[in-house]
């Protein structure tokens, strides 16, 4: 009797456990799949900017939370995309800077990642002015306008939240700007809130 009563309670300590980890696992999954919110990306090149656009080549933007771990993935991304198409696109990162904070604080190993990808110009946005213009809202938002300064591509460059890898956003771009086709032009993005 008592050896079927110790058996019992490990098998309730068991189910406990596996529904516990089940659960954690399920939310992790979410959290890490659950896109950003997004308004829609100006479809033109907005006038009061001030970053300067390029007018010969395609601008890329990415917009980012300077201690975002999800933007590191984003990061190593946008460095294949320049690999891939060098020469072909000019890349700005946008890091936004929240007035509470010194200039310092902006640059952290995300900021060194982006001055070591050739062709592409880390910015600090100062009181996230510009990220207010391009209506961006979560790091790791990527936009890309063509040389006229007509948006072609607005989402993600990866498939979940700080995940490297193959995804709808980096092919789009790619695509776009060796091929001049862009077989989507809209993706989910992941990141934390800017």
Not at 88 to 95: M, P, S, T, W
Not at 112 to 130: F, N, T, Y
Request: glycine residues 8%.
């Amino acid at each position: 009797v008592k050896f079927l009563k110790n058996k019992f309670v490990m098998a309730i300590g068991l189910v406990i456990w596996v529904l516990v980890v089940g659960f954690g696992w399920s939310m992790l999954s979410q959290y890490e799949n659950a896109p950003g919110h997004a308004q829609s990306s100006p479809d033109h090149w907005p006038s009061m900017s001030k970053i300067t656009r390029i007018t010969n080549l395609p601008t890329l933007l990415m917009f980012v939370h300077p201690h975002c771990p999800c933007t590191r993935a984003s990061m190593t991304e946008l460095s294949l995309i320049m690999a891939h198409c060098q020469k072909k696109v000019k890349a700005r990162v946008v890091f936004v800077r929240p007035k509470e904070f010194l200039q310092e604080w902006v640059k952290t190993d995300l900021w060194q990642s982006a001055v070591q990808i050739p062709g592409v110009e880390p910015i600090v946005d100062d009181l996230g002015g510009e990220a207010k213009i391009f209506h961006a809202e979560t790091s790791g938002q990527t936009m890309l306008y063509d040389a006229q300064g007509k948006l072609v591509f607005s989402g993600g460059i990866t498939s979940s939240r700080g995940h490297e890898g193959d995804n709808d956003g980096q092919d789009a771009i790619v695509s776009f700007l060796t091929k001049g086709i862009i077989p989507k032009n809209k993706t989910p993005f992941f990141g934390c809130m800017l």
